[in-house]
């Protein structure tokens, strides 16, 4: 064994760090890979409604042969319901790849979202030819990005007052508080700040006080002590006289309650809306997805926590994720939590709430597909560590890395129900929402967990193949021909659950002889298996229900009568993969 000397020592470290650093062997300076791309995008900010339609038109414009826009329709206001398809030029068009779904934004206020589908498509289109693996995905798959599926929504909370949660609706007329009138008690910005923040009274009685170090901060007092304040609520007024505030704003449906699967009325499942589908966001939306059974993977982008979720929404629908369909999950997820620092791989239901219709639960549950929600964002990336970041200490310091623009400093207003109060406080920028700062990497590792799942859809090939001259017979003579059917990928061709519950269609395997026919075909299990499982009908055309597994493979059989020197043409396609295709010569083994 080569003894390591401590000069052997110092010359390796010494290459480690210069390759970190971009060092040569010696320390010589090498060239940082860097993509230019045609559409300059700078992710250090958030783009309104208006500018994601026009940056992903810019885009669309600038690489024609590989993205095609379009409008699946208009929203409840009348704004775009912009699709990009984006693909390679090699391998066919993308309808006859598997395919991945993208979204953002079906939460107006979860705005970030948006940025994330934008950037994916902004990544993809630059690197096509310049970068190995991204040309090779998008020559293999292709994508269905849809920064906005709320574009209201988003466009509402850039221009209007809010709070970080509210605009989270589509805008669909509501009579929210019963009251016979829609929409009559919405937000009221007091001190016009363009936020709805908080409310605060003097009050002999109260149970709160401020800190006299730092006003900003109202703590509550400790039980059987006076304070001086009271709690509001949330800035506004009652417009309606009913005694409430804000209780009927321009807010609609929650459109990831609106879908079919398991989607329940409002009075289990607030947000709901009237029936599933019921506006033209969720309706095109679902439109397009069944209109493409190619989507093999789903991706929707949503705020906040910092987790990677998937179904079920609901405890009794556990049983629709088989053993099978949680391994694909879990090795897509695990290596995501380690690409997202302080996410963390949850399930629905049992780690979050209870959903009822919604967007992945129906495509993972109905459609039977692959599929994810990141939520974007957790405030303990502020400071790059494990532990609670939501006391007083922590938010303070939050401010101060945003130079106080998440903070409304409180002022003095005549209510016209309560009289002075003070109002202001954390603003909307100031919890949910990504800090500019950190955006673009918020955006590249979360692409960088979509393409890792994107490029797990399957891959099929014809694997090994043998040939076996079985001598004649009343058919004329005939002929063994034994292939195996293999997917590279993670994810099969049909789920467990496509299985089970008989979702789309089949993959079907045919045999074309160019002389001759097919006499008899069926699976085997293994190479040397002597006898196999006949299909009843249509020899040269099989139906393999069960599909390719991930990783996996499946043996076929066809039993061929005819003259030696004829070839047989093999098919295998699938809804979820790309059709292949092979000539086999039939000829007797030297």
Not at 25 to 37: F, N
Not at 354 to 372: D, K, M, P, Q
Request: hydrophobic letters at 35%; charged letters at 25%.
């Amino acid at each position: 064994m080569k003894r390591v000397t401590a000069r052997m020592l110092k010359v390796s470290i010494a290459a480690a760090v210069g390759f970190v650093c971009g060092l040569g062997p010696v320390g010589e300076a090498i060239a940082q890979p860097h993509i230019e791309s045609k559409v300059d995008i700078a992710f250090n900010r958030y783009y309104s409604y208006e500018d994601i339609i026009r940056l992903t038109r810019e885009l669309a414009e600038a690489y024609p042969e590989l993205v095609e826009l379009r409008v699946l329709g208009e929203s409840i206001e009348g704004r775009e319901l912009l699709v990009a398809i984006v693909t390679g030029p090699d391998g066919g068009a993308h309808d006859e790849k598997p395919a991945m779904w993208i979204d953002g934004n079906i939460h107006g206020n979860e705005i970030q979202a948006a940025e994330v589908v934008l950037y994916t498509l902004w990544y993809l289109t630059k690197s096509y030819g310049k970068n190995a693996m991204l040309t090779e995905i998008l020559d293999d798959y292709s994508f269905y990005l849809m920064p906005m599926v709320n574009p209201d929504g988003r466009a509402y909370w850039f221009t209007q007052p809010a709070t970080p949660h509210s605009a989270r609706q589509n805008l669909r007329p509501k009579d929210s508080d019963l009251d016979g009138t829609v929409n009559s008690d919405g937000l009221d910005d007091l001190d016009g700040d363009g936020s709805i923040t908080m409310m605060w009274k003097k009050d002999p009685d109260g149970d709160w006080i401020r800190d006299r170090h730092d006003p900003r901060i109202f703590r509550r007092v400790e039980p059987g002590q006076k304070g001086d304040y009271i709690y509001l609520g949330w800035e506004g007024t009652d417009l309606d006289g009913d005694g409430r505030i804000n209780e009927d704003p321009p807010f609609g449906d929650d459109m990831n309650r609106a879908f079919p699967g398991d989607w329940q009325p409002e009075y289990v499942q607030r947000g709901a809306g009237d029936i599933p589908l019921q506006t033209p966001e969720s309706l095109e939306t679902a439109r397009f997805i069944l209109d493409h059974p190619n989507i093999a993977a789903v991706q929707s982008y949503h705020n906040t926590g910092g987790m990677i979720l998937r179904g079920p929404g609901t405890d009794y629908r556990e049983n629709l994720y088989s053993r099978a369909d949680q391994r694909v999950y879990d090795r897509l997820a695990e290596p995501g939590v380690e690409m997202l620092p302080f996410y963390r791989y949850l399930i629905i239901y049992k780690d979050l709430y209870n959903v009822h219709g919604g967007f992945v639960t129906w495509t993972a549950e109905t459609l039977g597909v692959i599929s994810f929600t990141n939520e974007l964002w957790t405030v303990q990336k502020f400071f790059q560590r494990e532990g609670r970041m939501d006391d007083e200490r922590t938010w303070l310091w939050r401010d101060k890395l945003a130079f106080g623009e998440i903070f409304t400093d409180y002022t003095e207003v005549d209510h016209p129900q309560y009289g002075k109060i003070l109002v202001g406080g954390p603003n909307k920028w100031s919890s949910r929402v990504t800090p500019t700062f950190m955006l673009e990497e918020e955006c590249h590792r979360n692409f960088a967990f979509t393409v890792w799942h994107a490029e797990n859809m399957p891959k099929l090939s014809f694997g090994r193949r043998e040939v076996r001259d079985l001598g004649p017979s009343e058919h004329g003579r005939l002929w063994s021909v034994t292939v195996a059917v293999e997917n590279e990928k993670i994810i099969p061709t049909r789920t467990a659950l496509a299985i089970n519950k008989s979702i789309g269609r089949a993959d079907i395997f045919t045999c074309e002889p160019s002389r001759g026919e097919v006499v008899a075909a069926g699976r085997v299990g293994s190479w040397f298996d002597k006898h196999m499982n006949p299909v009843r009908a249509e020899p040269g055309r099989v139906q393999v229900a069960e599909g390719i597994p991930g990783e996996g493979r499946r043996l076929m059989r066809f039993v061929v009568a005819a003259p030696e020197g004829a070839s047989v043409t093999l098919r295998y396609d699938s809804e979820k993969a790309r059709t292949i295709e092979e000539r086999i010569e039939l000829r007797a083994a030297d």
